[in-house]
């Protein structure tokens, strides 16, 4: 069963780099076949925001609203999924899911990480 | 600001059924698969209902999902104190800027 585990520094200041990382255990990160690997967001108390996905041929498509301050990068050898999200303010303090889109079997979103939390604040 | 809208609350008695709508438009739920997703306190979203109507295995029949129009509804049959959760929909939207959107969600009470 394939399982996803996010983890991140928890705090960042404002106006600095986030850098999550997320790997897979149970099964491949491969860069062929029907999956898509995605970056979601929540914000305590609020709803779900796409921030992005890799897709498999290796381009990447992002939320328009962090066009210009995320990307998305995999390292297939370390089955690990990353994200980097520039110039941070409060308004990026969220839990941070890594996702696996299938899109043969299920077309969706069917297997969650369970979501690092992270605090952006002096 | 979502381009699906849902109501932020629903409740109902063990027992009974219930309905969460979802509304959006023709370049999301007109065109495009709906999803919905269960999440419970403290927990990550899990898959409920995918290709609008669809349950992943494991997911009890009491769940059902349906579309019309550019409207979509999750109905929960014989309610359960455990189906007290958080439920989103969410589908892609090609209208300006292609991204997939998730509903505001709406929690729901099980009296």
């Known amino acids: 069963q394939v399982q996803l585990q996010e983890s991140g520094p928890g705090l960042v200041r404002p106006s600095q780099t986030l850098s999550l990382t997320c790997v897979v255990s149970?099964?491949?990160?491969?860069?062929?076949?029907?999956?898509?690997w995605n970056w979601i967001r929540q914000p305590a108390g609020k709803g779900l925001e796409w921030i992005g996905r890799i897709n498999n041929d290796g381009s990447s498509k992002y939320n328009p609203s962090l066009e210009g301050r995320v990307t998305i990068s995999v390292d297939t050898s370390r089955k690990q999924l990353s994200l980097r999200l520039t110039s941070v303010t409060a308004a990026d303090t969220a839990v941070y899911y890594c996702?696996?889109?299938?899109?043969?079997?299920?077309?969706?979103?069917?297997?969650w990480g369970h979501g690092t939390t992270v605090t952006v604040s002096s | 600001q979502s381009v699906l809208t849902q109501a932020p609350s629903a409740s109902g008695t063990p027992g009974q059924r219930v309905t969460i709508s979802c509304f959006g438009a023709r370049s999301n739920i007109g065109r495009y698969n709906v999803l919905w997703f269960q999440q419970l306190p403290g927990a990550a979203p899990k898959l409920l209902i995918y290709?609008?109507?669809q349950r992943p295995s494991g997911v009890p029949d009491r769940f059902s999902g349906s579309k019309s129009g550019s409207s979509a509804y999750l109905a929960i049959s014989d309610l359960q104190s455990g189906d007290e959760a958080d439920y989103y929909c969410a589908t892609w939207d090609d209208s300006l800027n292609d991204r997939w959107f998730f509903g505001g969600g709406t929690k729901l009470t099980v009296l």
């Open positions: 996702v696996r889109y299938d899109g043969r079997s299920y077309d969706a979103f069917d297997i």
């Open positions: 149970g099964g491949p990160l491969v860069m062929t076949g029907p999956y898509y």
């Open positions: 290709s609008d109507n």
